[in-house]
């Protein structure tokens, strides 16, 4: 049954103060009630499905007939003209039985899923394919995150491969060049460990300027591990369970200009905020499912929240701000958003696991500017 909203007779009263709320635009309404909205729009109608944003058709382009994506765990905009995607691997379309709202299946551990080919490619602002990294297929089994470093001029690429206790991964972290040659391993591929030189369940990585780096160690050890740029183990902290500064199922992280390490404990429904010393500084409960952190340029952290399928923008002190999203499988929905990044021109990514696809938005004409996700800091605006 459709959902219906339903505004109450009795809300409404008599009087010139009814009149007026009666004459109220509709649209100065929605947007007093949700601050996501476009501020200053003066079009008509509309569902804001997708925010501020118009899903861009076919992207990435398909590439082979009668198939689709898969579980998509990672995308990154090194460009607008070269974008990588991570993804488990293809199925075919007819085995997909992924349409509808809500869908009928989802795309995670997807019985039909083929590993071999296109695990990791990069295409154009258009989709078009431009590379496929098919000599490291082999490597990935849960690939999970894909990131670059701001800092980094030679940008070098980094996968990050783990998962739970529901399935097999590598339990690895990969550095490679720009152009797919492996010049870093961390981990034992497929050894769960929890020491200086093994992962349980790697999830993310964040960057510091001189080249030092943490990675979210969180499935099933819950601790961040900082290791400097030649990967070598420096420290860590965290121990998984439940209480202030511990973490279940640390799913994502990112570092401001302070230092200061924002952890998506995703287990517990929260984010939890360090300092470059890991004593605790903050938390915010609430958060029902957060998969993806990125403080942007302008000073917020925006949560991609699985749970509510929402991108969600706080200020630096926990403070909402603004949500959108809709849960759906057509394209400008969410299902599962597991990854985000932003281009030099504003273009949103998105990676979906459940969802199993990647999706590119680009910003409509005349929204507002506060709602949309702004680029991650430090890299080009």
């Given at each position: 049954?459709?959902?219906?909203?339903?505004?109450?007779?009795?809300?409404?009263?008599?009087?010139?103060?009814?009149?007026?709320?009666?004459?109220?635009?509709?649209?100065?309404?929605?947007?007093?009630?949700?601050?996501?909205?476009?501020?200053?729009?003066?079009?008509?109608?509309?569902?804001?499905?997708?925010?501020?944003?118009?899903?861009?058709?076919?992207?990435?382009?398909?590439?082979?007939?009668?198939?689709?994506?898969?579980?998509?765990?990672?995308?990154?905009?090194?460009?607008?003209?070269?974008?990588?995607?991570?993804?488990?691997?293809?199925?075919?379309?007819?085995?997909?039985?992924?349409?509808?709202?809500?869908?009928?299946?989802?795309?995670?551990?997807?019985?039909?899923?083929?590993?071999?080919?296109?695990?990791?490619?990069?295409?154009?602002?258009?989709?078009?394919?431009?590379?496929?990294?098919?000599?490291?297929?082999?490597?990935?089994?849960?690939?999970?995150?894909?990131?670059?470093?701001?800092?980094?001029?030679?940008?070098?690429?980094?996968?990050?491969?783990?998962?739970?206790?529901?399935?097999?991964?590598?339990?690895?972290?990969?550095?490679?060049?720009?152009?797919?040659?492996?010049?870093?391993?961390?981990?034992?591929?497929?050894?769960?460990?929890?020491?200086?030189?093994?992962?349980?369940?790697?999830?993310?990585?964040?960057?510091?300027?001189?080249?030092?780096?943490?990675?979210?160690?969180?499935?099933?050890?819950?601790?961040?591990?900082?290791?400097?740029?030649?990967?070598?183990?420096?420290?860590?902290?965290?121990?998984?369970?439940?209480?202030?500064?511990?973490?279940?199922?640390?799913?994502?992280?990112?570092?401001?200009?302070?230092?200061?390490?924002?952890?998506?404990?995703?287990?517990?429904?929260?984010?939890?905020?360090?300092?470059?010393?890991?004593k605790l500084l903050d938390i915010w409960p609430n958060v029902d499912f957060p998969m993806d952190?990125?403080?942007?340029?302008?000073?917020?952290?925006?949560v991609a929240d699985g749970g509510v399928n929402k991108m969600l923008k706080f200020d630096l002190?926990?403070?909402?701000?603004?949500?959108?999203?809709?849960?759906?499988?057509?394209?400008?929905?969410?299902?599962?958003?597991?990854?985000?990044?932003?281009?030099?021109?504003?273009?949103?990514?998105?990676?979906?696991?459940?969802?199993?696809?990647?999706?590119?938005?680009?910003?409509?004409?005349?929204?507002?500017?506060?709602?949309?996700?702004?680029?991650?800091?430090?890299?080009k605006k």
């Open positions: 049954m459709a959902r219906r909203h339903v505004l109450s007779v009795g809300a409404i009263t008599t009087g010139a103060f009814g009149i007026l709320l009666l004459l109220q635009p509709i649209g100065s309404a929605q947007q007093a009630s949700d601050p996501g909205r476009p501020g200053a729009s003066t079009a008509k109608g509309g569902d804001y499905v997708s925010g501020p944003y118009e899903v861009a058709p076919n992207w990435p382009q398909p590439l082979i007939p009668d198939w689709t994506w898969g579980r998509t765990g990672g995308v990154w905009a090194e460009s607008p003209d070269r974008v990588f995607v991570l993804q488990t691997g293809m199925i075919p379309t007819a085995k997909r039985n992924g349409g509808g709202n809500p869908p009928k299946m989802h795309a995670v551990d997807h019985p039909d899923t083929d590993t071999t080919k296109y695990r990791m490619f990069i295409v154009d602002r258009n989709g078009k394919l431009l590379e496929s990294w098919e000599q490291h297929n082999k490597l990935f089994v849960h690939p999970h995150s894909i990131k670059q470093s701001p800092y980094d001029p030679e940008k070098h690429v980094w996968v990050i491969d783990g998962r739970s206790e529901s399935g097999k991964c590598a339990e690895s972290v990969w550095k490679f060049t720009r152009d797919g040659k492996l010049v870093m391993t961390l981990g034992e591929h497929g050894v769960p460990g929890n020491d200086k030189t093994h992962f349980a369940g790697p999830t993310d990585i964040a960057f510091l300027p001189n080249g030092d780096f943490y990675i979210a160690d969180g499935y099933k050890n819950g601790r961040v591990v900082k290791f400097n740029k030649d990967g070598k183990y420096i420290s860590e902290f965290g121990t998984r369970g439940r209480a202030p500064g511990q973490f279940t199922q640390i799913h994502g992280i990112a570092v401001d200009k302070q230092g200061r390490i924002y952890t998506a404990d995703r287990g517990n429904s929260r984010i939890q905020v360090f300092d470059a010393n890991y952190l990125a403080i942007t340029n302008d000073g917020f952290l925006w002190n926990g403070k909402l701000l603004s949500a959108w999203g809709t849960f759906g499988n057509q394209p400008g929905r969410l299902w599962g958003t597991h990854r985000i990044s932003v281009d030099s021109e504003g273009n949103l990514y998105t990676a979906e696991v459940w969802g199993g696809r990647a999706q590119k938005f680009v910003p409509k004409k005349g929204a507002d500017p506060s709602a949309m996700v702004g680029t991650f800091m430090d890299f």
